[in-house]
């Protein structure tokens, strides 16, 4: 009769209060959720944390685990989404880099060849003085060049070279170059 009893006044307790037995079957499927997120294992505890509050979905460890695993989750896509703009971005220098390269070459071909055609010129006008030379049928030139004088053509052969140059070292300087740099007044 006593164990009757008693048995009657704890299971009275038990409906009086529920919370307290709320408290032991929410803590049971708390701790092997905490122990998950613990791991490292987010998505098991998510998973669990999830089916745990569809059953008690009052319980505050419950629920601030969930904020935490949520927490968690957002900050691992926060850092994809950085780590996907760096290599973005490191492959947009790669690219610009390759490019300028490329453009580099194009720009040392097209001085190679118009110094070919240059010297190409050249080589025909020294040919060419070399043949009046040798040609007896040919009036001298009015002067006689002194050693070092250059004839007009060839001063203004040399004038149109350097400007050329000049012009070349010019359109290679101006990728390095960027456009005016704003600042801002700090006083």
Do not use: C
Not at 95 to 117: A, G, P, S, T, Y
Not at 143 to 152: F, K, L, N
């Amino acid at each position: 009769m006593k164990q009757t009893l008693f048995i009657f006044q704890l299971s009275s307790l038990i409906f009086l209060f529920p919370g307290s037995a709320h408290a032991e079957t929410a803590r049971e499927l708390f701790n092997p959720t905490a122990k998950e997120y613990i791991v490292g294992n987010t998505a098991a505890a998510s998973n669990l944390v999830t089916q745990a509050l569809v059953q008690y979905p009052t319980d505050e460890k419950l629920q601030k685990l969930k904020k935490l695993i949520e927490q968690q989750k957002q900050q691992k896509d926060q850092q994809k989404q950085q780590q996907d703009q760096k290599n973005q971005d490191q492959q947009n220098k790669d690219k610009q880099k390759q490019d300028q390269k490329d453009q580099d070459q194009k720009d040392q071909e097209q001085k190679d060849q118009k110094r070919k055609d240059q010297d190409q010129k050249d080589q025909q006008q020294n040919q060419d003085q070399a043949d009046q030379k040798q040609d007896p049928d040919q009036q001298p030139s009015a002067q006689p060049r002194q050693a070092g004088e250059m004839s007009p053509e060839e001063a203004q052969q040399l004038l149109d070279a350097m400007k050329q140059d000049e012009q070349d070292q010019r359109t290679n300087l101006k990728p390095f170059l960027g456009g005016p740099v704003r600042v801002d007044k700090d006083w």
